[in-house]
């Protein structure tokens, strides 16, 4: 009977150790067999470890501070470029307005292989992005042009002009916000002999052999409203006898009815006003 018992006995711890086994604890079954009496200790169960993840805060959204470089301009549409500080735009309203450029003044266009330069490089900067006018004090010129400093995206296209060498300062109170600027970019310009400052020392100066005839032909030719000046066929400004810009053409005209029509004086070789 004893043995028996003892087989029996065998058989349950025998059972418990597969089940042990199966739950991955070879340690948890342990057996006491005295005498006649088995005590069976039930397995312990040891609960995994707890894994800790540290989790990453995702930031919100960045805010971009609110640019104030475009406030208080008005967006507008070319319409066709003129000359190097001279364009043509459509207004909001669908109103086209010639618009000239602030503080700077570019070579003639007219018969002036430095003005097709300066036409052409405003041009490249119109392209830059989306046209916007900013506005100084005065907002029109006697001949009735909107007067604007002209943002092609980012860029200020008067002061590109002027820091890259094709226009020079030209300043006229009271719209003078951005001179101080520009007078540092045209001593930077004419530095680094950029543009025409470049192109300038390396071709022969003309007005020197020109600029000779002119104090005879405008003083013979005064009128009782005053001196005779000229035009070119295209141009926008008057000038002296003797002045580079009238290598094609040359029409006479006398100073009131220049300034009458709207024609300003040549930068170049400074005809009376």
């Not at 043509?88 to 309203?93: L, S, T």
């Not at 008067?158 to 600027?181: F, S």
Request: aromatic letters at 6%.
């Amino acid at each position: 009977m004893r043995i028996y018992r003892v087989i029996a006995t065998l058989c349950v711890c025998l059972a418990l150790a597969v089940t042990a086994t199966s739950c991955g604890d070879n340690e948890a079954l342990v057996t006491v067999v005295t005498g006649e009496s088995t005590t069976i200790t039930a397995p312990t169960t040891t609960a995994p470890a707890t894994t800790e993840y540290t989790t990453t805060t995702i930031p919100s959204t960045t805010t971009i501070p609110s640019t104030t470089t475009t406030l208080g301009r008005i967006a507008v549409e070319l319409v066709r470029i003129i000359d190097g500080d001279t364009i043509e735009v459509q207004m909001p309203d669908g109103s086209n307005e010639r618009v000239r450029y602030i503080g700077v003044d570019c070579p003639e266009t007219d018969d002036d292989e430095y003005g097709a330069m300066a036409t052409a490089y405003n041009e490249q900067l119109l392209c830059l992005g989306p046209l916007s006018l900013e506005l100084d004090v005065d907002e029109h010129d006697r001949y009735g042009r909107l007067l604007a400093y002209v943002w092609a995206g980012d860029t200020c296209i008067n002061h590109r002009l002027v820091l890259d060498g094709y226009a020079q300062i030209a300043t006229y109170p009271p719209n003078v916000k951005y001179v101080e600027t520009f007078q540092s970019a045209q001593e930077a310009a004419r530095n680094a002999d950029a543009g025409l400052w470049g192109a300038a020392t390396t071709t022969t100066e003309t007005p020197t052999t020109t600029t000779t005839e002119a104090p005879t032909t405008t003083v013979s030719s005064e009128k009782s409203d005053g001196p005779t000046v000229y035009i070119t066929n295209t141009g926008e400004k008057y000038h002296r006898a003797g002045c580079r810009h009238l290598k094609k053409s040359k029409i006479p005209i006398s100073l009131a009815d220049a300034m009458a029509q709207g024609y300003e004086p040549c930068k170049v070789c400074k005809p009376p006003q």
